[in-house]
């Protein structure tokens, strides 16, 4: 045994790690095997746990790396490394397809860009407008600020507020089924109880 195999025994391995010795064994042996030939073989050449071939196993089925057909009563797995190869294949005609529109449409920002910038060289003028805008809009901010701190002051509001104030104070003597006139009444009631 290896330096390595004694390490990775004692550490255990990573799931990818799991996988990556798995497909070394279909790929090496180009081979079909059952779920029992593989416990036996990936504990033994890759180190593997028996416990968890299974769970990898069918991880890489479902990624599309290994490929499975029930024949029978019985699942047969299999990888052969020219199918890996055409799979890379395929990714990499994607990603190529994939940065060929991202350097189409780069290019077609830097034409916007350029188009945008015609017109708009940096001038005294320009800085000067710039500069007054900014002052314009912080102006705005701070009058916005100060209407804001005087308007409970404004007679619009102060109504509203008394509005409100009287539909509260509608709906309490509801909820409590008082109003003036009970209120009255109980007062006299418990003036004369006190005489």
């Known amino acids: 045994m290896g330096k390595s195999m004694l390490q990775s025994k004692k550490k255990g391995l990573s799931a990818e790690e799991k996988r990556t010795r798995m497909m070394e064994i279909f790929y090496e042996t180009k081979d079909v095997f059952q779920l029992k030939d593989m416990e036996k073989i990936a504990p033994k050449e890759k180190g ?3 416990m968890s071939v299974k769970e990898v196993l069918q991880s890489l089925v ?10 029978g009563t019985s699942n047969y797995y299999w990888a ?4 890996a190869l055409h799979a890379r294949k ?22 916007s860009i350029e188009k945008a910038k015609v017109g ?6 320009r800085t000067m407008l710039a500069k007054e805008l900014s ?3 912080d102006q705005r901010e701070q009058l916005k600020a100060e209407v804001e701190k005087y308007r409970e002051c404004d007679p619009q509001v102060v109504e509203e507020i008394r509005q409100a104030n009287q539909v509260a104070k509608e709906a309490a003597n509801r909820w409590t089924g008082s109003n003036e006139e009970d209120l009255d009444q109980r007062r006299v009631g418990w003036a004369s109880l006190q005489e």
């Open 48 to 50: 593997i746990t028996a």
């Open 62 to 71: 479902d990624d599309g790396m290994v490929d499975c057909e029930r024949i």
């Open 80 to 83: 052969f490394p020219s199918k």
């Open 90 to 111: 395929r990714k990499l005609e994607v990603l190529d397809s994939q940065l060929s529109e991202g350097n189409q449409k780069y290019a077609n920002l830097q034409k």
């Open 120 to 125: 708009r060289h940096e001038t005294e003028e």
């Open 135 to 137: 002052s314009l809009r």
